[in-house]
């Protein structure tokens, strides 16, 4: 029998309330000689040490599988519960959520960049020279205005550009019958003509047919930017369709709301049926928001980003500063105290590593039921002595679950 | 998706050099009213001690599964990163191995020993009286002189036969075509003649030849045993062909060079295609070996024996005792430190058990991004703190090679 089927079949509907809090990247790594601390560690954190002594458990993450660093799009998807391996969300689903496109089941998305084109046709430059984003901006918009659908006479599709930094811009084709992936459009060097992007499977009527419109999409496209002196092409990768993910509602019984500030993760949110709060700027003002939607809502995603944006730039003390400002602010959200709550990370953005990284994240779960590990604070280090142990990530979301006691006996 | 296929989609090869150190049957247990301590706890090791203090993540490996322990074969396989259940070697394969035999892809081999029969070819002893290993040797000698080859006319095969302890001895059949397994040739009781050895799968054709084979080999061989007192028959079990495993190099993108003193263990790396490094005897010579290859590849598997054979024979001084010669030699390896350096073992051989065991073995993984789990010293007790956690032995490799950064991020 399927796990998931067996969860869910032990599922049980129930009033609780449940908080997931995400400091993006928040794992971090003690090196020796740089005073063998983390950020977490050096923070000080009153407010989240106070709230470690009302008793949780702790653990370790790991976020795919042992040594993947996943990109936000997989690091989320197993916070929501949903095997990232199993559910891939393709490049240009992802670069679309990122710049706020609003997608929809069956949408096809595509990273896009301009190149430079010789006369003939041959790419002389991929990124035509990293033109600035204003002028991206201003190519996106000529194509926006010129092409507001593609695709052979009669099976015509509604196209979507989106600017986004530099040379870069997203695609998306949204109708009827659409399917990824398609092979990229880019040869990956100078000195070829634009590839033409072909179908993964080409007994996919789907994908097939979507091929087509990309190929009449550059037909439409490239005459609307000949004259430009540098960015007269343009090349796509990950040309893959929104893939359909068993909504989070359905799975968990569990009406969900995301508190985000970045686009990015409203958009992965919306991929599994979370409905998008706009408004909150700060961590201050989500945490607000949450005590304002508390009943309408049951379960609660809410993410912080600066943790992360510290950690790629390799930046210790700003990523010290962010948790601190989360710390701050943590005593709103517990004026209602959640019966569940989870911190923790989409993965570990270690300052070392000025990037995304395998190291498995440090998580956090109190609940009336959670007992408590013991432990003073809640750090790297602490919790590789906690109850939870080393665990997939996409277990989180069933633990916190079973802290609400939403699932039955199973068995006699 | 297979995760096998994932990591190797996102494998980037690096110039890093990494050393997979294996203290055969390291783990142990600290028993009540024995000192509560382990070998690893009570040794002295300034230089382990002085090396974890640079920083490593630590932890404890199942080599198989929960509650299995494993021979050599499955806990070196696990060890280089194949699943041991998947990928599994007969007995055959892996006592000829320890044997020193050379096998190519394909050999059938099997573990053999002489018995006794009555005139009608009745087993009366099974193992021949344990006769010595002199006329093990004396008796193979005979075997191996008088059959060169074996199997119908048109389909003879080569026969390479060795000597082991004993009454023991193996027996490789090598040729186009052959496949085990088949049925062990041995009753399991006195009383019984010896039996047939038959195709696993009777459809197997190559089964069916190598069973034909044997059955040759038989009616060569008996007759040249007849007038020995004792071992005038013998017992075949283990039939298996070598099992065509993934190149290491392809899987990893890593060169491999294997340093072991024992037979077995140079065996078991060549199986995966590691280059055998033939001429140290010493784990400081091992090491030496190390500093002079250190061009040549990208992967080292170092092996020593000595704390396994300690704890086989319960011999918990002499277990302390090898870990502090390991200790002594360890400055020699780190003078040219590899960028990854894993050290644990194929598996715990508890002295109290004086054989093999499934508990966790202890594993320390340095690097300059290993982070550091703040533990002074490597031990059982102190890896169960580790951030690494509790994790199959299948991983390890996975993780070194994160290590390595040799892993490209997974999603966007």
Redesign the interface.
Known sequence: MNLDSLYSELTIPTKAKLALIVLDGLG?????GQG?ITPLEAARTPNLDAFVAQGCAQG?MIP???????????GHLALFGYD???Y??G?GV??AL?LGVQLKAGDVAARANFCSLDPKGIIIDRRAGRISTDVCEELCGILSRGIKRAGPKGSEVEVIIQPGKEHRFVVVFRGEGLAGPLSSTDPNREGQPIAIAKPENEKSVAQVKTAKIVADFYKRALPLLAKHPRANGFLMR?IAHQPRIPLFQDRYQLKAACLAVYPMYKGLAQLVGMTKIEGPKTIAEQFERYLAEYDNYDFFFIHYKYTDKAGEDGNFEAKKKAIEDFDAALPILLRKKPDVIAITGDHST?C??K??????QPVLVHSALSGSDKLERFT??GS??GSL???KAKYLIRLMQANARMFDKFGA
């Open positions: 971090d790594l003690a090196i020796v063998e370790r795919v599988a042992q040594g993947i660093t996943p990109g936000s799009g997989p990232p391996i199993e891939q969300v490049r992802i670069e990122g990950g270690p070392a590593v990037g995304h990284s395998w190291h498995p790297e280090t590789n002595m142990g080393v665990f």
